[in-house]
């Protein structure tokens, strides 16, 4: 698929962070809210902006809107797959007042910081269907008790797994434990055809990725890395019990080095090829693995943790209306064709992306065809969100360089752990 070069560009579930602050690039008021009533009018040509459409349902949907708006054409601008490079991208063309971006797909995380710095419009609530969606996955799109952007998917982190080759190693179920899986890999790998196959990835690149693996471990061992009032709180027994154990993962080779380059795609790449035994990542792989060598051969589980089932971030994008955006009004029609229900349905069925709809979880037709989807929910309600601030990207930043030094030797856990919270503090 295509990315609009012509833009700005420059060189974006999870983390952790400060004590929400009232940071605005434009002055006004303390209040988060824009100056005025957001005037969403004229109708026209939009653009919608978000990741590269790896499962291809993206342009379809589009496609669909415009066949019904011949007038009112939706253009599809796709940013790079990781998450920090279309957060750069975004805040570029923000930071610019450029026009050229119209409907954002923001990463759950980054909702606060667009607001509060007046880059995307304040919405009325009353437009959206919100009380049927989970609750846990509407406040991701709020800054300061309004609403600023609109579920479009949530996210939980799911355990991929090698069905078939458990079974036939002896092994009843998926586990719930860490040392479980280890102890699981080694049956498995006596058998003659997964000798050479790894036992476990999630995506430890310098990057986003790497900070909702690292704070997954973290929330899994017992830890958090901000205690309930926001301040970090990383320095901890429980936080280096978690890190600890992606440390040690690498260093016996449960974690393959390779790992230290995955992110979202290059991990799918290596479990649907046959590398791998147990995968961390979103739900969007289960369509995907569906169609690949390791269909019908794998199932998917709750994380495990240090004693017991573990913890996901929260995942997910919202659709935002950039501030300085033109055609307002089609935005606002389009916002609500690409998040109603209908839609979300779609979405499920054709690239697993998980609803913010309540009712699509117990719908007896789609678990009947995504048994997954019982397990997706519990994910997603056991969720630790990420805080909502203003400087995340000083925060993830802080949290990926040395959770970087740790898992490659440079720093010991206990080193790592004690300079970022220095580093969460300032």
């Known amino acids: 698929m295509v990315t609009i070069r012509a833009l700005r560009r420059s060189a974006g579930l999870v983390a952790a962070a400060l004590v929400l602050t009232a940071c605005g690039s434009s002055g006004g008021s303390d209040s988060g809210e824009q100056a005025g009533d957001p005037s969403f009018e004229g109708r026209g040509p939009i653009t919608f902006v978000a990741g590269k459409d790896t499962t291809g349902t993206v342009q379809a949907a589009l496609d669909r809107w415009n066949r019904l708006h011949p007038k009112e054409q939706v253009s599809f601008i796709q940013l790079p797959t990781d998450a920090d490079s279309q957060r750069r991208e975004m805040i570029q063309n923000a930071e610019t007042k450029s026009d050229a971006y119209t409907v954002l797909s923001l ?16 919405l009325p609530e009353n437009q959206f269907p919100l009380r049927k969606m989970l609750k846990p996955v509407v406040e991701t799109a709020e800054y300061r008790g309004a609403l600023y952007a609109v579920p479009f998917s949530s996210d939980g982190g799911l355990l991929y797994y090698r069905a078939d080759l458990l079974k036939k190693a002896g092994i009843a179920g998926p586990p719930t434990t860490w040392s479980r899986m280890k102890a699981d890999c080694a049956k498995v790998k006596r058998l003659p055809e997964a000798k050479d196959m790894s036992c476990y990835a999630g995506q430890f690149r310098k990057y986003e990725g790497l900070t909702v693996n690292f704070s997954e471990a973290v929330q899994s061992a017992g830890g958090v890395v901000t205690d309930a009032g926001g301040k970090p709180d990383v320095d901890t027994p429980e936080a280096k019990k978690g890190l600890d154990f992606l440390v040690g993962s690498f260093k016996d080779g449960t974690i393959p080095k390779e790992a230290l380059t995955y992110q979202e795609e290059g991990s799918r790449r290596a479990f649907q090829s046959g590398k791998l035994i147990f995968l961390r990542n979103w739900p969007y792989v289960y369509s995907l693995a569906r169609k690949s060598n390791v269909a019908g051969k794998f199932a998917v589980a709750p994380l495990p943790g240090l004693n017991g089932p573990g913890s996901s971030s929260l995942g997910g994008h919202n659709l935002a209306l950039s501030s300085f955006a033109r055609n307002k009004a089609t935005a606002m029609d389009f916002m609500k064709f690409f ?10 069925k054709d690239a697993a992306f998980a609803p913010p709809y309540a009712a699509l979880y117990d719908d007896a037709s789609l678990t009947k065809e995504y048994p997954y989807l019982r397990v997706l929910k519990q994910s997603i309600e056991t969720a630790v969100p990420r805080p909502r601030v203003v400087r995340y990207g000083e925060v993830t930043s802080a949290i990926q360089q040395q959770a970087y030094a740790a898992l490659t030797g440079v720093k010991s856990s206990e080193q790592a752990l004690r300079t970022l919270q220095q580093d969460l503090r300032r």
């Open 107 to 122: 990463d759950v995380v980054w909702t606060s910081e667009f607001a509060a710095h007046r880059w995307i419009e304040k």
């Open 339 to 348: 998040t109603s229900q209908d839609s979300a349905r779609t979405f499920l």
